[in-house]
């Protein structure tokens, strides 16, 4: 049977922290591993731009940065083609012809657009520009060009899926049926919170553990967590609940350390110094694997490069593939 085609990626706009690990990349790995699908991952520079149009030596630099923690983490090039959006003009083409199946109200509605526009008055100002609004029809033509099935990510690119969805129905609608409808495979991992107890985690908010982040990095921010406030000296009764660390230890440390932080913090038994020491050392571990790998890579660009390169070679086949079908149904293919 043929093997699942998987579309997905990210903008290359900074480090990945852990929070990206658990809401996206680790469910990647895992289906990559399990050898029953067929997948590509874009590196969204050209997505990146719509809104870092005035910084293009951010994203230039995060490309790299970006695919040095994927292979981190476990991605395999040998497994899964890695590519730059930019390098396959196959999907700055089909971005033109999928513009005119959807109407601007129908952008300007789109949930995960609205708050971006939101977030990005500094940029944009009191009018976005056409590229930004836009980019959803740019990440539709970025699946599609892959034929991609299936599209692992988080539930804030579910209303670019669905877009996505619609367009492809009006493409089919119109021009027959030729292209497969993407479906969002949602990482059942929740999204977490930052350090600070904030619902989002960013490099704005300085609340993030970054994959590349040294042991001391790492036990400086644990240090830093918001703990139960109410608790002042060590024999204060505390409420892991309401605390940072006691949610980090359940994502970083086993069953009978968490069975034993609750239990001590809620009696009293238990000081948050160590507690967050204990933290910081799980943590450090957990990411010891993917730090090292990193590092590895970080002394070899040029293999860095050249993974680049190869699975863009790789995917500009694939893509004038597509092209040629979506062509033809188009009427487009005056030649032969
Ligand atoms: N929008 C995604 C992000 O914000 C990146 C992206 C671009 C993407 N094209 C895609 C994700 C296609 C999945 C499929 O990181
Ligand atoms: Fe949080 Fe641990 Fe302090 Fe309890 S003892 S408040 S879980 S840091």
């Known amino acids: 049977m043929e093997k699942k085609r998987i579309l997905t990626g990210d903008r290359p706009t900074g480090k990945l922290h852990i929070g990206h690990y658990f809401g ?4 990647r790995v895992e289906m990559q591993n399990s050898g029953d699908y067929d997948m590509y991952i874009l590196i969204a520079d050209v997505q990146a731009l719509t809104d870092n149009f005035n910084n293009p030596e951010k994203v230039r630099k995060n490309v790299r940065e970006l695919l040095m923690d994927y292979l981190a983490c476990g991605l395999d090039p040998k497994k899964v083609t890695i590519y730059i959006q930019s390098m396959i003009p196959e999907t700055a083409e089909l971005t033109v012809y999928f513009s005119n199946l959807v109407t601007i109200s129908r952008l300007q509605r789109n949930p995960t657009v609205k708050t971006e526009i939101a977030q990005k008055k500094e940029l944009f100002g009191e009018s976005v520009t056409y590229g930004f609004l836009g980019y959803p029809v740019s990440q539709a033509a970025d699946i599609v060009t892959f034929e991609g099935e299936l599209v692992p990510a988080g539930e804030d690119q579910e209303p670019l899926v669905e877009q996505a969805r619609e367009i492809v129905r009006k493409f089919n609608n119109i021009y027959g049926d030729v292209l497969k409808e993407p479906k969002i495979v949602l990482s059942e991992g929740k999204r977490i919170k930052g350090l600070d107890g ?4 960013g490099k704005s908010l300085g609340n993030a553990i970054y994959l590349s982040d040294s042991e001391e990095e790492i036990t400086k921010k644990v240090m ?6 109410n608790r002042i000296k060590k024999d204060d009764l505390g409420n892991p609940d309401i605390c940072m660390v006691a949610y980090y230890h359940k994502l970083f440390s086993t069953k009978e350390e968490v069975d034993t932080v609750c239990k001590e913090c809620k009696e009293g038994k238990r000081g948050c110094v160590n507690c967050k020491k204990q933290l910081a050392k799980n943590i450090i571990e957990y990411l010891r694997p993917i730090r090292e790998k990193r590092a590895y890579y970080e002394e070899h660009p040029e293999l860095v490069d050249k993974i680049l390169k190869e699975g863009t070679a790789k995917a500009k086949k694939t893509a004038e593939k597509t092209m040629e079908k979506v062509k033809k149904a188009m009427k487009l293919d005056y030649f032969e």
């Open 198 to 201: 904030n619902e989002k985690m």
């Open 224 to 229: 830093s967590a918001i703990t139960d406030p």
């Open 24 to 27: 996206s990349i680790r469910k």
